[in-house]
């Protein structure tokens, strides 16, 4: 549906919320000795000391009541007064809870300095989101999102969304055109692509994030052949309109939220002490084995969009080309791509491999947001094609370093069985989940079994 901002930009906005706040704070025990000047306040001739432990809480106070508030979802702030509404309530509230606390707490604090603060922090607040509303108005900033829509219906209710979606192009929307079967609409309507068998090519060759299905009741039969035809392609739902959504995700939004706030902290601390030994595999990488350091290929990511994919390369270069040497068959007729004597793995390949420390550049995937730290192990292309329905349902959620599989079993297991631990992962996603799933890959790697 509507988005004004990802999930990225929203977490984006508690951050920069939260150094605001703190910034306020400091700035207004600085302003006070300044204000001892009006003829309501209490003389006071050097900045007034807050107490450390109100940095990090006040921020923190604020933020979480601004989520409560919904000022960071993104499908309820499309209008300026509808967030400017949600901000303002949000901060009325969280005033009168950090004067609450300090009431019970640090009752000797300046009013007047606290007053200075909270008005400070709300016109810093307040002022970041318009002048950001305004570069998207003027065209100085892109859209976070932006997203190129096809409409299936040039009828009277295909027309209606078309308004609508240019009343919001400053959101990056993008009407690229539609698709109808009656001819009489097509020689007269100048963007009707094609009729509705051509949906599937037409969604590939124009590059299509969302299609949206303007079709009366009788068409029931034929939106459920369409559904079909398009559910492997990497097209979203589209709009908070009565209409079908293609691939229903599996996280609420909050939920989203709260896994990519962890997935940033948990890789940010990560990468510090990881660095220094990526820098030593680097260099051994090299000395040992011709070709590049990294190996990068293309995956399949949440909701089916293909990326690019980072490992310490631990293979010979022409790994790709020598893949029929281990792919096989099994009895049921599954893809079996991996095999404990790969023959293409290099002699310091099978260290990193045994370790999982090939896995380490994927942390730089993570921050992207191309990847989660738990969730489905992106899969190749080529295997993704072969999937049955009921496989594809593992994209639903962002694709992670490690998983409900590898924890289960790793490559011990065959491609199909590992989908059905997925599809587990995502009926049962909760953050405690992905907490003991990470626990649970920790002894995993030391254990090494499976791991090739």
């Known amino acids: 549906m509507f988005r004004r901002f990802s999930t990225d930009f929203a977490v984006f906005s508690m951050f920069l919320d939260a150094l605001l706040i703190a910034g306020a704070l400091a700035g207004a025990t600085y302003a006070r000795p300044f204000l001892s000047q009006l003829p309501f306040a209490e003389h006071i001739p050097r900045p007034f000391q807050i107490p450390i432990l109100l940095y990090p809480l006040f921020p923190l106070i604020w933020v979480l009541v601004l989520l409560l508030a919904s000022v960071y979802d993104g499908q309820r702030n499309l209008r300026i007064w509808s967030e400017l509404t949600n901000l303002t309530l949000g901060s009325f509230l969280a005033t009168i809870a950090l004067a609450g606390l300090?009431?019970?707490?640090?009752?000797?604090?300046?009013?007047?300095?606290?007053?200075?603060?909270?008005g400070t922090a709300y016109w810093c607040l307040i002022s970041w989101r318009l002048a950001y509303r305004l570069g998207y108005r003027w065209g100085v900033l892109q859209g976070v999102q932006p997203k190129r829509i096809l409409i299936i219906g040039a009828g009277s209710i295909g027309h209606e969304l078309e308004e609508q979606i240019r009343k919001y192009s400053h959101l990056g929307l993008t009407l690229v055109g539609f698709l109808d079967d009656d001819p009489g609409k097509r020689s007269t309507i100048p963007n009707i692509l094609g009729n509705l068998?051509?949906?599937?090519?037409?969604?590939?060759?124009?590059?299509?994030?969302?299609?949206?299905?303007?079709?009366?009741?009788?068409?029931?039969?034929?939106?459920?052949?369409?559904?079909?035809?398009?559910?492997?392609?990497?097209?979203?739902?589209?709009?908070?309109?009565?209409?079908?959504?293609?691939?229903?995700?599996?996280?609420?939004?909050?939920?989203?939220?709260?896994?990519?706030?962890?997935?940033?902290?948990?890789?940010?601390?990560?990468?510090?002490?990881?660095?220094?030994?990526?820098?030593?595999?680097?260099?051994?990488?090299?000395?040992?084995?011709?070709?590049?350091?990294?190996?990068?290929?293309?995956?399949?990511?949440?909701?089916?969009?293909?990326?690019?994919?980072?490992k310490f390369r631990t293979m010979v270069t022409?790994?790709?080309?020598?893949?029929?040497?281990?792919?096989?068959?099994?009895?049921?007729?599954?893809?079996?791509?991996?095999?404990?004597?790969?023959?293409?793995?290099?002699?310091?390949?099978?260290?990193?491999?045994?370790?999982?420390?090939?896995?380490?550049?994927q942390l730089?995937?993570?921050?992207?947001?191309?990847?989660?730290?738990?969730?489905?192990?992106?899969?190749?292309?080529?295997?993704?094609?072969?999937?049955?329905?009921?496989?594809?349902?593992?994209?639903?959620?962002?694709?992670?370093?490690?998983?409900?599989?590898?924890?289960?079993?790793?490559?011990?297991?065959?491609?199909?069985?590992?989908?059905?631990?997925?599809?587990?992962?995502?009926?049962?996603?909760?953050?405690?989940?992905?907490?003991?799933?990470?626990?649970?890959?920790?002894?995993?790697?030391?254990?090494?079994?499976g791991a090739y």
Do not use: C
């Open 102 to 118: 300090l009431y019970l707490t640090y009752r000797d604090t300046s009013r007047l300095l606290f007053l200075t603060f909270a």
């Open 197 to 310: 068998d051509q949906a599937r090519e037409v969604v590939i060759k124009y590059g299509i994030d969302d299609v949206v299905f303007a079709l009366p009741n009788w068409a029931y039969n034929r939106i459920n052949k369409l559904v079909a035809d398009l559910h492997d392609l990497p097209v979203n739902e589209f709009a908070g309109l009565p209409m079908l959504d293609l691939r229903a995700p599996a996280l609420t939004d909050y939920q989203r939220m709260v896994k990519r706030i962890f997935d940033i902290v948990i890789t940010t601390i990560t990468l510090v002490p990881v660095l220094p030994l990526m820098g030593i595999i680097a260099l051994l990488i090299y000395i040992t084995s011709p070709g590049p350091i990294l190996f990068r290929q293309k995956r399949v990511g949440e909701n089916g969009k293909i990326f690019e994919m980072l």
């Open 318 to 361: 022409n790994a790709e080309e020598l893949r029929y040497l281990v792919e096989k068959i099994d009895s049921e007729g599954h893809i079996l791509h991996k095999h404990p004597n790969d023959p293409r793995v290099t002699p310091i390949g099978r260290i990193l491999r045994r370790l999982s420390l090939d896995e380490l550049p």
């Open 364 to 449: 730089f995937n993570v921050l992207k947001g191309d990847m989660s730290l738990v969730g489905p192990r992106p899969e190749l292309p080529h295997l993704v094609e072969k999937y049955e329905p009921w496989q594809r349902k593992r994209f639903a959620v962002p694709q992670g370093i490690t998983g409900w599989w590898q924890v289960n079993g790793r490559s011990d297991k065959p491609m199909h069985l590992n989908t059905e631990d997925d599809l587990y992962y995502v009926q049962n996603y909760s953050i405690l989940l992905d907490i003991q799933i990470l626990i649970m890959t920790f002894w995993a790697v030391l254990n090494g079994k």
